[in-house]
């Protein structure tokens, strides 16, 4: 089972980008899947959004929502997210998993935001 993290890069402040999570080995409409980021010099990931395939109810910390969305394309098994209004903290690692997670970290994709 693979989640492959693309779409990141270098971005200026109020810009956007597009994150994709492809999955193979995984069936993500039976999955909640979640974003994460994690930012040099800390050691946790922190929680960004999630989707429930059950209800399609969505998740969003405090820090993104109104700028962060979430959405799949079941044909592509891809979860994306969408990333408005960039900011300089937004500077990080992102990463896909599910949610409760319990598949290995992958790669990542990385975002900088310069400002």
């Known amino acids: 089972v693979h989640l492959v993290e693309s779409g990141g890069g270098l971005v200026q402040a109020g810009g956007s980008l597009r994150l994709s999570c492809a999955a193979s080995g995984l069936n993500l409409r039976n999955n909640a899947v979640g974003w994460f980021r994690q930012t040099p010099g800390r050691k946790e990931r922190e929680g960004l959004s999630?989707?429930?395939?059950?209800?399609?109810?969505?998740y969003y910390a405090d820090s993104v929502k109104g700028r962060f969305t979430i959405s799949t394309d079941d044909a592509k098994n891809t979860v994306y997210l969408q990333i408005n209004r960039l900011k300089p903290e937004d500077t990080a690692v992102y990463y896909c998993?599910?949610?409760?997670?319990?598949?290995?970290w992958g790669q990542g994709t990385q975002v900088t935001v310069s400002s």
């Open positions: 998993n599910t949610d409760p997670v319990y598949l290995n």
């Open positions: 999630s989707i429930s395939r059950t209800d399609g109810t969505t």
